[in-house]
Nanobody
């Protein structure tokens, strides 16, 4: 059974940095795409970034390009989201996700496995 466990969230001032981690377990993830989504209060869950587990190619939402970086460690079975130059509008619960079926990398409906989320709060 696939398990995704996020960590690394917290409170940070605008302009600061945080690194989120997603520990994946339960199977091998070769061929999977791993995604990060976020959901702010009263808003829909939105795509942040995704990475191919096998190849390492990555994709980003326009709102985070140049500030956020997604990576994975195949040995530790962990996906990271390095978040720099944080803004108050980045405040949200951040979720890790995974799937290996063909689908839209930026759509939450294309991911079947989800973590429990980690809160990121950016103060102004």
């Amino acid at each position: 059974q696939v398990q995704l466990v996020e960590s690394g969230g917290g409170l940070v001032q605008a302009g600061g940095s945080l690194r989120l981690s997603c520990a994946a377990s339960g199977r091998t993830f070769s061929g999977f795409r791993m995604g990060w989504f976020r959901q702010a209060p009263g808003k829909e869950r939105e795509f942040v970034a995704a990475i191919s587990w096998s190849i390492g190619s990555s994709y980003y939402a326009d709102s985070v390009k140049g500030r956020f970086y997604i990576s994975r460690d195949n040995i530790k079975n962990t996906v990271y989201l390095q978040m720099n130059s944080l803004k108050p509008e980045d405040t949200a619960v951040y979720y890790c996700s995974a799937d290996r079926r063909p689908g839209d990398w930026a759509s939450s409906t294309a991911y079947v496995y989800w973590g429990q989320g980690t809160q990121v709060t950016v103060s102004s």
